[in-house]
Nanobody, 119 residues
Framework: QVQLVESGGGLVQTGGSLRLSCAASRSIFSINAMGWYRQAPGKQRELVATFTSGDTTNYSDSVKGRFTISRDNAKNTVYLQMNSLKPEDTAVYYC?????????????WGQGTQVTVSS
């Protein structure tokens, strides 16, 4: 089991920046594919950025060049630095990770943090 706790959301103007944090309750070395998703009102949850194998990262096209995912293994924390924010980035942002238990992969989600970008 793992608990993921997000923080850092808030209200920001267009062009501004925010940094989201996701603190895990155990070593993030044991958590696969840690990353960030978001869900805007009336829309499906979508991938924002994630670690794949090792330090390889994957970003959605809509955030490439503006958002950066990083991690601090000593703090068991993953970050999402969001720059040049746009109103369309407004959503609830969720931290996600996977763990293998008994041969089955389980998905874990944080409670979400609201990001609102005003125009």
């Amino acid at each position: 089991q793992v608990q993921l706790v997000e923080s850092g959301g808030g209200l920001v103007q267009t062009g501004g920046s925010l940094r989201l944090s996701c603190a895990a309750s155990r070593s993030i070395f044991s958590i696969n594919a840690m990353g960030w998703y978001r869900q805007a009102p009336g829309k499906q949850r979508e991938l924002v950025a994630t670690f794949t194998s090792g330090d390889t990262t994957n970003y959605s096209d809509s955030v490439k060049g503006r958002f950066t995912i990083s991690r601090d293994n000593a703090k068991n924390t993953v970050y999402l630095q969001m720059n040049s924010l746009k109103p369309e980035d407004t959503a609830v942002y969720y931290c996600h990770g996977q763990m293998l238990w008994g041969g089955t992969w389980f998905d874990y989600w944080g409670q979400g943090t609201q990001v609102t970008v005003s125009s």
